[in-house]
């Protein structure tokens, strides 16, 4: 079955310390993976996303992940945290864009937590 | 380009209530989704529609039901609330071209429901 987990419930980091968010998936094709971000009360917004090409995957707010296909995963880095990334992080799967109508499949999520 | 809208933003209702939730995206995406968002359970699809006149079963449809009324706009109707559907519902849409470069997921601010 196709599956996302996200091992880390939730992480403090220390500003200014790097961040490394845990994403594994299942899944039985190729996958085509992404990264959201749910700020307190609000909808979620796309970090990044992987299809295919260069594993290592630039995102928004100076983010990036990198695919693994061997240890099926896609992990979440930032180099140094600003307390204003403080938030919920969900991982997704979702098929490939032929198949136009599947939805994503999203991991529990990782609140993160930011300290002065 | 107000991106993906949904109304209402809050709502309280008691047990065997209906209502509706109406979500619009402004962008010409063909694909919409409704998804609930509970705490520690991630999101999980309700119900989707790939394209304009169809609809189809997500991970968890009972007590559900949904309208595709036309390219712009995907309701989600509760015919008799219960406890149990006390959620945050997020409604997106999705931009599909036919290129992975293209494919992302826009989601909604959100609709939070309480059901007493």
């Known amino acids: 079955a196709q599956s996302v987990t996200q091992p880390d419930i939730h992480i403090t980091v220390s500003e200014g310390a790097s961040l490394e968010l845990r994403c594994n998936y299942s899944y039985g094709a190729t996958p085509y993976l992404f990264w959201y971000v749910q700020s307190p009360g609000q909808g979620l917004q796309l970090l990044l996303k992987?299809?295919?090409?260069?594993?290592l995957v630039q995102g928004i707010k100076g983010f990036e992940a990198e695919f693994k296909r061997s240890q099926s995963s896609f992990n979440l880095r930032k180099p140094s945290v600003h307390w204003s990334d403080a938030a919920e992080y969900f991982c997704a799967v979702g098929a490939p864009p032929h198949q136009a109508g599947t939805a994503l499949i999203f991991g529990k999520g990782t609140t993160l937590s930011v300290s002065s | 380009n107000a991106g993906v809208t949904q109304t209402p933003k809050f709502q309280v209702l008691k047990t065997g209530q209906s209502m509706t939730l109406q979500c619009a995206q402004d962008m010409n995406h063909n694909s919409m989704y409704w998804y609930r968002q509970d705490p520690g359970m991630g999101l999980r699809l309700i119900y989707y529609?790939?394209?304009?006149?169809?609809?189809d079963k997500g991970e968890v449809p009972n007590g559900y039901n949904v309208s595709r009324l036309n390219k712009r706009e995907f309701s989600l109707r509760l015919e008799s609330a219960a406890p149990s559907q006390t959620s945050v519902y997020f409604c997106?849409?999705?931009?599909?071209?036919?290129?992975?470069?293209?494919?992302?997921?826009?989601f909604g601010p959100g609709t939070r429901l309480t059901v007493l």
């Open positions: 992987y299809f295919s090409g260069d594993t």
């Open positions: 997106a849409s999705r931009d599909w071209r036919g290129t992975s470069n293209t494919d992302t997921q826009y």
């Open positions: 529609s790939a394209s304009e006149g169809t609809t």
